[in-house]
């Protein structure tokens, strides 16, 4: 689903959170109010105040009594814990990413550390990696797997530079609701990770397993990563 196709409410919110992001709003910033907004945008009230709720449950906004809706503080850092998203957390513009292995469609890998449904295992994933670069340094090698499940010409998607939470929102309606990680710190092993993350073998690194759950109902996706914190923290915002 393209952005033109979108209800009202989400093309609004949709504008709102691009405003936030980009630093239009910033934190402690007022935005308009709700029957200006109706007025802006020729919406009615119910939608505008859908929109403000899926900033709100995101927390990109904080209403309070008597002021409206208020910028709140976004997540910094690296922000790999947050749901938000690595991109949105630190501003596109200071991070890079590259896809190493371009999305394929495959059979779910042997013991595979979730467990997965009979349809999930029936379908497939959809899978490919990719390398985040933060300031030219290289912070984590990321391997991501998609249920291959109503996700049309995802596999034709130049993934370079892209934020994976704005491409699932945005063109598939598929938004994250929470989920579960499991971190451990290790010494590295394989040379993949070595080479891309410009360290020797031996190096500590975090290793992170993550399930994201979604709006979409039996649709989570799965991720491993292996993170070089040398140069930078990494901590959430939820």
């Known amino acids: ?79 790999i814990l947050s749901v ?61 797997y998609l249920p291959n499940i109503n996700l049309p010409r995802f596999t034709s998607r130049n993934l370079d530079n892209k934020s994976l939470f704005d491409l699932l929102r945005q063109s598939y309606n598929i938004e994250i609701k929470g989920g579960e990680q499991f971190i451990k710190a290790i010494s590295v092993e394989d040379e993949n990770v070595c080479q891309y993350l410009h360290v020797e073998k031996g190096h500590p690194v975090l290793h992170m397993k993550r399930k994201l759950d979604t709006n979409r109902i039996g649709f989570a996706f799965y991720s491993m990563l292996y993170c070089n914190t040398d140069e930078y923290n990494i901590y959430g915002i939820f």
């Open 84 to 144: 938000t998203g690595t991109t949105t957390a630190i501003g596109g513009h200071r991070l890079i990413t590259k896809a190493i292995v371009k999305p394929r469609v495959q059979h779910w890998p042997d013991k595979f550390p979730f467990v997965l449904s009979e349809h999930e295992q029936h379908v497939g994933c959809i899978y490919f990696e990719r390398l985040r670069l933060l300031n030219d340094t290289p912070v984590f090698y990321e391997f991501t």
């Open 1 to 79: 689903m393209g952005l033109k196709d979108q209800p009202q409410y989400r093309k609004l919110y949709e504008s709102l959170r691009k405003q936030i992001v980009d630093g239009f709003y910033k934190e402690g910033d007022l935005l308009p109010s709700e029957n200006d907004l109706c007025i802006l945008h020729n919406l009615t009230r119910p939608t505008v105040r859908k929109s403000l709720d899926m900033l709100l449950h995101e927390g990109f906004i904080k209403k309070h009594q008597g002021l409206g809706s208020v910028v709140h503080k976004l997540p910094k850092g690296i922000g």
